[in-house]
């Protein structure tokens, strides 16, 4: 498949809405050492009851900022709200309702999973009964009083997944939590975070390197390369930009011809490989062989590049 | 139930199954055994003179043991402790938690010392049992006749205890710091091979924590003062280590 992008401007779609953002970032800026910075102004936005998808790949930035948001690294510069209260004096407050999970899960694995989550179950103060729910969640009841050295990826996976739902949070931040996963646990992963922002109302933020893994959950997506936001929007912007970079590339027996044609009705450029014309539907396809034909050219190449979401997240990623 | 009161008692779940608590149970019980064998086997070295309480003797050889074992003891279940988080890769977890770095610091503290607590009672129980055992093994050994000088143990413990906390502090601030295990282990191997070499003596000795223990083999009490130079530097270097390992914690340790 051909991918070509039309324009290589993202333009930043902060979004437009009115509610009280969950998780607001301005013009955040983090390095490890001074004269080296690793994330330049990052401007999250996260919208209450939203499934944010944070994306990029590896070593993009995506847990350093994950990291910054939970306050486990100060920044450079910048601001960082949660809950519409400061990280910088609020943290304990805040902390009541997040649940995260960083990267691995952290477990103690010479102790049994039960326990795992009474430690946190204490530290957070809430009822014991709580355990038993998350458990059956995470459909670890069975597992509960194995040690956590014998679990598998996928079970230890889980069991991070359960300590961080403990307190019910508002907000549950999740770095690559299907890392390691079978496919199949990919997939049950996804249907409980669904299940979660549909049943409860809980915020998610999931960060990821791969699209196709939380592109089916996600409403918003925020994308990261080199330490800068490239994309940030909705799931729809997203699409509006797929089909901005459909495209057939072509050749007939008069290309000059074939592009005065097109070019009235079409966005199209015309070059020594042939001619390249912008469509949006499956009909203006048909109605472009269409022209060619009854204006009785020879048509030696006609191919429909459209690109995926995968392909976009590529492609921005890329150049 | 207050934070440090719930952060202890997770301490307590924590330390479940791991070698830190066995460490506990054996470091305290490997003294009074090795005398068990000690007495067993040169009992006739060990029958008291007329008039002389046999009691005395067992605890100044089980004091002279633990002199020796546990600044050793106490590096490595501090090395343990901290290594239980190391290994779950558990600060970035801990630290997003509605729980204060101070709670967590204290409770961390308390739990260390609840372990040196035990372990302490641990051992003066044993060697007490092991007394009693060897009374009624050889009666001319004598300990069913006479009674341990409390008050006296109860002394060097508490002067011993001061000496071993500059170790403590320095350990405590130093385990979290540095992950890896060995290499605190090292560091205080080598603290100690120095105060061994020493032999516990030298104008300097007494401003190098790990000697202060050292300098308690066959102490002799000092009629004039309760404590020595050394264990007053002790508790200053206590004081001073765990406020700069506290702030260090809870403004600086991202985990």
Known sequence: MIIVVRHATFNFQLLQNNQMPIIETQNLHFGFTKNELVLKDI???????????????????????????????????????????????????IFQNIGAMIETPSLYEHLTGFDNLQITRKLKNISNKRIDQVLEIVKLTDASK??????????????????????????????????????????ETRELLFKLNKDFGTTI???????????????????IKKGKMIFQGTIAELHNLQLEHSLIQLETSNNEKAYSLLNNNYKASYNNEGIQVIFESREQVSHICKTLIYAGLDIYHFNVASNNLEDIFLTITKN | MSAITRAFSTETI????????????????????????????????????????????????SFNGITLFTPLFIILIIGLLFNIENRANAWKHIFVLPISKSSFYLSKYLFLFWLLLIYYILFVSLTWAVGLF??????????????????????????????????????????????????????????????????????????????????????????????????????????????????????????
């Open chain 2, 134 to 255: 060897l009374g009624a093994y050889k009666k001319e050994l004598n300990f069913l006749n006479s009674a341990p000088e409390w008050g006296e143990i109860l002394t060097y413990l508490t002067k011993f205890i001061i000496g071993t906390l500059a170790i403590i502090a320095i350990h405590f601030w130093l385990s979290f710091r540095i992950k890896n295990l060995i290499a605190n282990l090292g560091i205080g191997l080598t603290g100690i091979a120095f105060a061994i070499l020493l032999n516990g003596k030298g104008g300097y000795t007494i401003y190098f924590p790990y000697s202060f223990p050292i300098k308690m083999l066959n102490y002799k009490p000092n009629p004039t003062y309760f404590l020595e130079d050394y264990h007053i530097i002790s508790l200053f270097y206590f004081i001073i280590f765990s406020c700069l390992s506290y702030l260090d914690f809870t403004k600086r340790f991202k985990g």
């Open chain 1, 43 to 93: 401007n999250l936005k996260i919208e209450k009851g939203t499934i944010y998808g944070f994306l990029g790949p590896n070593g993009a930035g995506k847990t350093t900022t994950i990291r910054l948001l939970l306050g486990l690294l100060i920044p450079s510069s910048g601001n960082i709200q949660l809950f519409d209260k400061s990280l910088a004096t609020d943290s304990l407050k």
């Open chain 1, 205 to 223: 933020l999931i960060s990821s390197h791969l699209l196709s893994e939380i592109e089916k959950i996600v409403t918003h997506l925020g994308i």
């Open chain 2, 14 to 61: 924590k330390s479940k199954n791991t070698f830190a608590l066995w460490l506990t149970f054996i470091g305290a019980a490997i003294i009074p055994l090795t005398l068990v064998i000690t007495y067993i086997y040169n009992w006739k070295l060990f029958v008291p003179e007329p008039g002389q309480n046999p009691w005395e003797e067992i605890f100044a050889r």
């Open chain 1, 146 to 187: 194995t040690r956590v050295k014998a679990y598998s990826l996928g079970m230890k996976q889980r069991l991070g997944l359960a300590l961080s739902l403990l307190s019910e949070p508002e907000l549950l931040i999740l770095d690559e939590p299907t890392n390691g996963l079978d496919p199949q646990g990919m997939i």
